[in-house]
């Protein structure tokens, strides 16, 4: 088994999207994906919109993964995140629990997060 096929799915679609390998992640997203938590991201073009707009508000961004989780058809990730807010020079760090359902075909479909906010609020420095 390889590092790659050893990773939950989450694991591996968060760091498609903090790569930029958005046809990769994608992959892992069901056509009709949504999030329940976030009114904006109705779809997977809107979720990598958001990622997008948090790489280009913030430099320096880590993401670390505290936590994966599977049971059944859910998957979850506790991850912290991190980068500076280049308009004011502060740290912006966010902490978050992220649940994801799957479809029939193992694709992710549903979506739902809780987040905790460690600096400045990261939503404050991205339009969306």
């Known amino acids: 088994m390889t590092?790659?096929?050893s990773k939950p799915n989450v694991e591996r679609l968060y760091e498609c999207l903090t790569?930029?390998?958005y046809d990769e992640a994608r992959?892992?997203?069901h056509p009709e994906y949504?999030?329940?938590?976030?009114?904006?991201?109705?779809?997977v073009?809107?979720?990598?919109e958001e990622i997008e707009a948090i790489k280009q508000a913030m430099t320096s961004l880590k993401r670390e993964t505290i936590l994966t989780m599977t049971d059944g058809d859910m998957?979850?990730?506790l991850q912290r995140v991190e980068g500076i807010d280049p308009s004011s020079g502060d740290t912006v760090a966010y902490r978050s629990a992220d649940f994801f359902r799957k479809a029939a075909?193992?694709?992710f479909i549903e979506h739902w997060d809780a987040l905790t906010f460690d600096g400045g609020d990261l939503f404050d420095a991205i339009e969306l």
């Open 34 to 43: 949504r999030s329940n938590t976030q009114p904006y991201e109705t779809s």
């Open 105 to 107: 075909d193992g694709r």
């Open 27 to 29: 992959g892992l997203l």
């Open 3 to 5: 590092d790659t096929e």
């Open 75 to 77: 998957e979850v990730i």
């Open 45 to 48: 073009d809107a979720l990598i």
């Open 19 to 21: 790569d930029g390998r």
